[in-house]
Structures are given as structure tokens and as C-alpha cells.
């Protein structure tokens, strides 16, 4: 019998262990057809439990709807869902509450990529696969978890660079001093980690390209403005500002402003943005954010796709990627209309 199979026959001899207690404490059971039918119907659903990160950005929120829409009753599915709130200690008290609710599959966005090698193989010692979504974790035993399903971080920090080095050639600037700030978001984190390493390794190979600060903004709007308000304060000239998410942005718009400068395709600041939300995409369009390197957050379907190779018996795949691109003022347009977050 499998782990899976184990935990349905535990939660059904539970809920069978309570209804003979209550029957012997006087209660009146006599509707039989309706017990097998609250555990025939636990027993038909796949349990998932999910630990997300927070609400802390327009994309973590379109991030969650999708995994909610995909992980529904009317899918086979009974979702737990817990919302960390930006903080480790209660994303890993979740996992560990989904370890003793006896979960099919644990799914979590993990805030940072260490600390997490003695709840997972707490997770592993139950027999429950855990699925993680959008960013990684570093443990010495990789077999502590079955799968992750995300954007290629490197890659996204990677295409930011390569646009920024044509974009200047077609501007006739590539031989220039170049001077760069960069937001990032929140320290440790898989994302900051990938787009930082990614666009370094692009600006590596230009010597003209001085990467001034890198100042930790936590992926909000609020922590957004006030670094950039102070970089400005503090850097006379600064042609880059390179936001690794789209909130961020919006507060470094504000800062900017604020100073008397402006961004985009007129304007004296080069701005590079992560995540193509739509309402980021609006401004690209407008030509206040020269480009937005897209983080796709729909990856329920991803997730699902894991899950049923595992119910099926087969192996799943260590990394999954999902499809991204890349927009500017050319090819924006085209994608406005249809994008839901």
C-alpha cells in the first residue's frame, strides 16, 4: 500500500474513531448514507497544502490565484492554504501543520532558500512529496524535495542585461560611462539571487558599465520609493535603474518624479523592470518603463501537471520552467488586452 493510500486509511479510521465516541457520549447517528458520504468524498479529493509567501506584490497575488483556481473542488482537489506573511517561521510552523493534517502534497514558495533541511525531512519521513513554486531552496539533500516549478531567474537578469547592451548600441551610447542603481528584492531570496547573478554576469563584460548600488527595496512599492529617493540623493547621475519587480518600480517612479527627473523612451533614466503586470505594461506602452522582463506567475498548472505524474506512479522531473518573454514599446500591445494581473 502506498504513503498516499496509508494516510486516506488513517484519516478514515479517525473520523470513524469520532463517531463511535460521540455515539457512545448519546449522540444520534442513524443517517448512515450520510458518513460514508463525508468520507467517501474526503477520500475522493487530493489533499494539497500550500504555503505562500504573502501578499506583498500585484504578481504574488495574481501567483496565488492561480493556485487556488487550479486547486479547486470542482478539480479533484481539497486545498489548505496558509499565508506566511513574509516570514520563515511561520511558513515552516505550516509545513509542519500540514505534515500532521496527513496531506497528499505540500507546495510552498519558500521566503528564503536556507533553513529549511529539518521540516522538510520531516515532510520526507511522512512520505509527503513536496512541490516547490517560484523559488528554490539550498539543502544538503536535494531528495527532500520531489520537484520545483518556476522562472529561470538567471535567465530574466541575463535578458535585462542583453536588451540594456542593445538598447545603447542602438542609441549610440555603447561606448559610454554608464552609471547603474538596482533595487532589488527581498535578501536570499531565489529571485534576487537569479536576476542579480544573471544581469552582473552581462555587465561584466562591459567596462564601462558602473553598477553604483544594489539596495535591498523588498520587493514593495513603499521600500521601492525610499531607496530610490536616496540613491538619488546620493548619485548626481545615474542612467539605469534597474527594478527587479514591478512594485518597486512604481515606487521608484514616485521617487523619481519627486526629483524633477523623468524614465522611459524621453526621459533621462534608462528603466528596467521585472514581473510585466499589467499595469507595468501599461507604462511601457506609454514609454515610461523602457522594458519589462516577464515573471510568469501562473504556475498552478505547472503544479498540477507534477501532481498528476506522481498519482500516475511516473517520476517527476527535478525543474520545471515556465514560459516567459520579454516586452517593450514594439510588442506590448499585443499582450495588454488579455493580461489578467
Not at 448514507?33 to 504578481?59: A, R, Y
Request: net charge negative; proline share 1%; hydrophobic share 35%.
Amino acid at each position: 500500500m502506498g504513503q498516499r493510500a496509508k494516510r486516506k486509511l488513517r484519516l478514515i479510521s479517525s473520523v470513524l474513531a469520532v463517531l463511535v465516541f460521540l455515539s457512545g457520549c448519546g449522540q444520534d447517528f442513524h443517517k448512515e448514507s450520510e458518513q460514508d458520504d463525508v468520507i467517501s468524498k474526503d477520500d475522493s479529493l487530493t489533499v494539497v497544502g500550500v504555503s505562500q509567501i504573502g501578499s506583498e506584490s500585484v504578481w504574488r497575488t495574481a501567483n496565488t490565484a492561480s493556485i487556488q483556481n487550479t486547486f479547486s473542488k470542482e478539480n479533484g482537489y481539497f486545498l489548505i492554504f496558509d499565508n506566511a506573511r513574509q516570514k520563515q517561521e511561520n511558513q515552516i510552523k505550516a509545513l509542519r501543520s500540514f505534515i500532521s493534517q496527513q496531506v497528499d502534497y505540500i507546495v510552498f514558495s519558500p521566503i528564503v532558500e536556507d533553513g529549511w533541511d529539518t521540516v522538510l525531512q520531516e515532510a520526507k519521513d511522512a512520505g509527503i512529496p513536496v512541490i516547490l513554486m517560484d523559488r528554490k531552496v539550498k539543502v544538503k539533500d536535494e531528495s527532500l524535495y520531489t520537484a520545483w516549478v518556476g522562472s529561470d531567474f538567471a535567465e530574466e537578469g541575463q535578458n535585462a542585461g542583453h536588451w540594456l547592451a542593445g538598447h545603447l548600441k542602438e542609441e549610440g551610447r555603447a561606448g559610454e560611462e554608464i552609471n547603474i542603481v538596482v533595487l532589488q528584492g527581498t535578501n536570499g531570496s531565489t529571485s534576487v539571487i537569479g536576476r542579480t547573478e544573471g544581469f552582473d554576469s552581462v555587465a561584466a563584460q562591459h567596462d564601462n558599465w558602473n553598477i553604483l548600488e544594489q539596495a535591498d527595496a523588498d520587493f514593495t512599492t513603499a521600500k521601492g520609493r525610499e531607496e530610490m529617493k536616496k540613491m538619488l540623493q546620493k548619485y548626481e547621475d545615474i542612467d539605469v535603474v534597474v527594478s527587479q519587480n514591478d512594485d518597486m518600480t512604481f515606487g521608484a517612479l514616485e521617487a523619481i518624479g519627486e526629483a524633477g527627473q523623468s524614465t522611459g523612451t524621453d526621459g533621462g533614466i534608462i528603466l528596467i523592470s521585472f514581473d510585466a503586470t499589467k499595469s507595468a505594461l501599461e507604462k511601457v506602452e506609454q514609454g515610461i518603463i523602457n522594458v519589462d522582463i516577464e515573471c510568469n506567475p501562473e504556475q498552478g498548472a505547472y503544479i498540477e501537471e507534477v501532481i498528476r505524474v506522481l498519482e500516475s506512479g511516473g517520476q517527476a522531473e527535478k525543474e520545471y520552467f515556465v514560459s516567459e518573454r520579454v516586452f517593450t514599446k514594439k510588442n506590448v500591445a499585443s499582450v495588454i488586452g488579455d493580461r489578467s494581473y
